[in-house]
């Protein structure tokens, strides 16, 4: 494509983001072209606002700006109720529910042994320590439904187990080999009612 090199390099940056192929990087780039400078200086700031301001929360291990998160510091969530999800994004695809009041601990990824990827890479140690040190009676595991995602469930389960806390899975709702961030809500809160124990 001939074009100018800043347009070039746009179009290539916005590649890199997931789920963003050359065609869709194009169009974008081309409506940030036609925004006025005021919008594009706006988008610009507010991506580096959250390099620069988001971090994760001490108790949960989501995104946030203050330390605990909001969730965490709601007085009115459910302290007996966490359910533990491979990343920050999928807090947000439950929260669209407003059916779960519980709290969430999130592993940061999802066991994978062919990637290298253990649970001392993960924060199934801190989960540990949090079930021993609060009064969390269900644990919800709340992994992708595909390989990874299953095989660190049964991980998790196996470890729970002798906390003397109830462990349940997601329901299979969720078409496996799917990502829960984008689950439909529908589809989600099925998954959530029709929970199972593990």
Do not use: W
């Amino acid at each position: 494509m001939l074009a100018a090199r800043s347009v070039t390099q746009l179009i290539e940056e916005l590649m890199r983001l997931p789920g963003v192929g050359e065609k869709t990087a194009q169009r974008l780039t081309f409506h940030i072209l036609k925004a006025s400078k005021q919008e594009a200086e706006a988008l610009g700031l507010a991506i580096l606002a959250v390099k620069e301001k988001i971090r994760r929360c001490s108790q949960c291990y989501g995104i946030t700006e203050d330390d605990p998160c909001l969730i965490c510091s709601d007085p009115k969530r459910d302290r007996m109720l966490l359910s533990v999800v491979e990343e920050p994004a999928d807090i947000f695809a439950l929260e669209k529910l407003r059916e779960y009041h519980g709290l969430y601990h999130v592993l940061g990824g999802a066991l994978s042994p062919l990637e290298g990827i253990g649970p001392e890479d993960l924060t199934i140690a801190q989960l540990v320590e949090r079930l021993q040190e609060r009064e969390i009676q269900e644990v919800i595991v709340a992994t992708n439904p595909n390989l990874e995602g299953e095989a660190t469930a049964m991980y998790l389960s196996k470890i729970l187990k002798p906390l003397a806390v109830r462990v349940t899975r997601l329901a299979h709702g969720l078409p496996v080999g799917s990502v829960l961030e984008y689950a439909d809500e529908v589809t989600l809160l099925k998954s959530l009612e029709g929970r199972r124990e593990l």
